[in-house]
């Protein structure tokens, strides 16, 4: 009785015939994986044209739906109440925030638009004016022009870090801003609330 192995099936063959169907399988395989010598490549088949279009029907459907929620997506508006008041520093100028704009002491800046925004973790008030605290003589801060809109992040009750504030209700009175030099200048409500600018200092 003849044997004989067939390389691709791993088996050993008990007859000749099953052998020479083996090796004929085989051969067929091969050639169909390697036509002419070359791997074989379902694309390389395939023309430029189909492929441009084949790649427009699966990204076109996710490219318009990305499109759609950047134009009709609106975050949900918050009630900028919970922040309004006037707010001081003991290095810092005061600001005033009332119903429709902020105001910052000792600046040529008029009242500007704010908005209270929600971040990937807390809050912050983000203004339209273009102003940033810059240190001077003897540790204490002035508002200077500056390229940027302003950026206040809110600090929660009982934590330094606003990423920790989870609703507008848990504000704690209390956010910073951030100076030229990087410094973290922290500001607290006070009262009163109404001619914020022009009353004295209670520290």
Not at 13 to 40: F, G, H, I
Not at 168 to 180: I, N, T
Request: proline share 6%; glycine share 4%.
């Amino acid at each position: 009785m003849a044997f004989s192995r067939s390389s691709r099936l791993g088996r050993i063959c008990v007859a000749p015939e099953l052998c020479n169907l083996a090796r004929a399988s085989d051969e067929n395989w091969t050639t169909m994986q390697k036509p002419e010598d070359r791997d074989y490549d379902f694309f390389a088949t395939i023309s430029m044209r189909d492929k441009i279009i084949g790649w427009a029907i699966i990204f076109t459907p996710m490219l318009a739906m990305l499109l759609l929620l950047k134009l009709c997506y609106r975050p949900e508006s918050i009630d900028p109440r919970y922040v309004y008041g006037c707010y001081e520093s003991k290095v810092a100028p005061r600001i005033l925030v009332d119903v429709k704009s902020i105001s910052f002491d000792g600046s040529s800046i008029s009242p500007k638009d704010y908005e209270v925004g929600a971040e990937k973790q807390g809050y912050s008030i983000y203004t339209k004016a273009n102003l940033i605290l810059d240190r001077t003589t003897g540790s204490q801060f002035a508002f200077v022009r500056s390229p940027d809109e302003t950026w206040f992040p809110l600090l929660p009750e009982h934590y330094s870090e606003p990423r920790y504030l989870r609703h507008l209700s848990e504000f704690s009175g209390k956010f910073y801003a951030f100076s030229r030099q990087a410094d973290e200048v922290v500001y607290s409500r006070i009262t009163p609330k109404g001619a914020c600018l022009t009353q004295p200092s209670v520290r």
